[in-house]
């Protein structure tokens, strides 16, 4: 208490606002999208269908999911001049500065996203997202590469769209394995929605200027960037990486990331709310599992990341600060298996986190909350006057 305001760095306890999209609770380790449970929306529903009940509220009828999914497919282009802008980066550039800066973009080829008041605007602006994120996820990606940006395949699903969009090989046949759709789709899932996080938070607050929703989600996209939130995806696989090329001594590691002096983190593991198990973690496991073995693959990274895990989750300095693995810890696993490069591990966690950035946001301005502007406490200098830079 300073007598103004109760400080609280890092929002660590702040109520922002009220929201029925998403529920955690930390203790017990639950989550539920809009009420259903993460395992049983995990297990039986699909992303497109996820992205319908976090933006509208339930499980859509058989009516309503194909309107969603016919208009998402009436969008699945993206203006030929945006070609141009993402020619114009280095293929060295980071996926998720580039991600970021086309979304951004994407603004002056969707004027009707921009100034938006309505549900039905804003449903609008956020069909139109949906459709065309997928086509710059997909682009960021074979920016690196070198190859040439495909454009959508109305013939598919939306995971499936993405995954030809990022995967076909110039004059090749491109075939849909299902194992690997099924593994993408689950991942998108996963990651769709998590009430207050730094990410979303940024959405919120950009949109509750009343900023459009493309540049909002630009912004959003940034902070996932950093390696304490969805960066940390990257993160762990490089730390796998390391532990392993440096002889696989978890032991050391596990010393390391509880050294003071050390500021190595152990990735993937901690979280602000989480307590206990993330939810998503264990679901992610054992999908990292079964890929594995269904595409017959050994990957010493995993090996490495159940031993840190063993270590670490019987070890007091974890147990006292209650760290868990989280959300980031297994996902690098899958994604590699996919064939899907480190550096757009963060990429995918932005195309799953879209519909609950978009969620939050509609539902922010729908409520009509103000715009956001918290305080602080002063400790500058106090007040003293000019001096002329001859005198000083
Ligand atoms: C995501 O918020 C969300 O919902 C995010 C997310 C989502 O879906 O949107 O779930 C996605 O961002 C998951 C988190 C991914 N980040 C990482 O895996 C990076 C590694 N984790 C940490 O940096 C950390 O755990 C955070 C950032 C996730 C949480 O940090 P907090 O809540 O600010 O906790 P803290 O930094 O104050 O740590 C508390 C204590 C400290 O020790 P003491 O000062 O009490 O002695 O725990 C220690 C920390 O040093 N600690 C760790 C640690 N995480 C916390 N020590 C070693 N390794 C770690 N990973």
């Known amino acids: 208490?300073?007598?103004?305001?109760?400080?609280?760095?890092?929002y660590k306890n702040t109520g922002a606002t009220l929201s029925e999209i998403t529920y955690l609770d930390g203790d017990k380790g639950?989550?539920?999208?809009?009420?259903?449970?993460?395992?049983?929306?995990?297990?039986?529903?699909?992303?497109?269908?996820?992205?319908?009940?976090?933006?509208?509220?339930?499980?859509?009828?058989?009516?309503?999911?194909?309107?969603?999914?016919?208009?998402?497919?009436?969008?699945?282009?993206?203006?030929?001049?945006?070609?141009?802008?993402?020619?114009?980066?280095?293929?060295?550039?980071?996926p998720m500065g580039v991600l970021s800066s086309l979304t951004s973009a994407l603004t002056a080829f969707n004027p009707k996203a921009v100034n938006v008041n309505s549900k039905e605007e804003m449903d609008l602006a956020a069909e139109l997202l949906i459709a065309k994120f997928a086509h710059l996820a997909a682009w960021t990606y074979r920016k690196t590469l070198g190859l040439p940006l495909n454009h959508g395949d109305n013939s598919l699903n939306y995971v499936e769209n993405f995954y030809k969009m990022s995967f076909r090989q110039p004059?090749?046949?491109?075939?849909?394995?299902?194992?690997?759709?099924?593994?993408?789709?689950?991942?998108?899932?996963?990651h769709a929605d998590h009430e207050q996080n730094c990410s979303t938070s940024t959405v919120r607050m950009v949109g509750s200027a009343h900023t459009g929703l493309f540049a909002s989600v630009s912004a959003g996209i940034s902070a996932l960037w950093g390696p304490l939130h969805g960066g940390a995806n990257q993160a762990v696989i490089e730390m796998l990486e390391l532990i392993e090329k440096d002889g696989g001594d978890v032991n050391k590691w596990v010393a390391k990331a509880k050294d003071k002096n050390d500021s190595f983190r152990l990735m993937g593991f901690g979280h602000r709310v989480y307590k206990n198990f993330d939810p998503r973690a264990k679901i992610i496991k054992k999908a990292a599992d079964d890929l594995?073995?269904?595409?017959?693959?050994?990957?010493?990274?995993?090996?490495?990341?159940?031993?840190?895990?063993?270590?670490?989750?019987?070890?007091?300095?974890?147990?006292?600060?209650?760290?868990?693995?989280?959300?980031?810890f297994y996902s690098g696993i899958i994604y590699r298996a996919l064939g899907i490069p480190t550096e757009m591990f963060t990429v995918m966690f932005a195309l799953g986190r879209l519909p609950g950035w978009i969620a939050q946001w509609k539902e922010m301005r729908l409520k009509g909350d103000p715009i956001g502007r918290p305080r602080q406490v002063y400790q500058g200098s106090q007040q003293r006057d000019y001096i002329d830079i001859a005198n000083r």
């Open 292 to 328: 594995l073995v269904a595409l017959g693959i050994e990957d010493k990274a995993l090996e490495i990341a159940m031993q840190l895990e063993k270590v670490a989750l019987e070890d007091e300095y974890f147990i006292e600060r209650k760290l868990y693995p989280n959300v980031d």
């Open 1 to 10: 208490q300073t007598g103004l305001i109760t400080l609280d760095l890092g």
């Open 171 to 190: 004059n090749a046949d491109f075939e849909i394995n299902p194992v690997v759709v099924e593994a993408l789709d689950k991942l998108l899932i996963l």
């Open 30 to 94: 639950e989550l539920f999208y809009r009420g259903y449970p993460i395992e049983q929306i995990a297990e039986k529903s699909n992303f497109t269908e996820v992205m319908y009940l976090l933006l509208h509220g339930d499980l859509p009828t058989a009516d309503q999911f194909n309107t969603f999914n016919g208009n998402i497919k009436k969008y699945n282009f993206v203006a030929e001049e945006m070609k141009k802008i993402i020619d114009a980066f280095p293929r060295s550039a980071h």
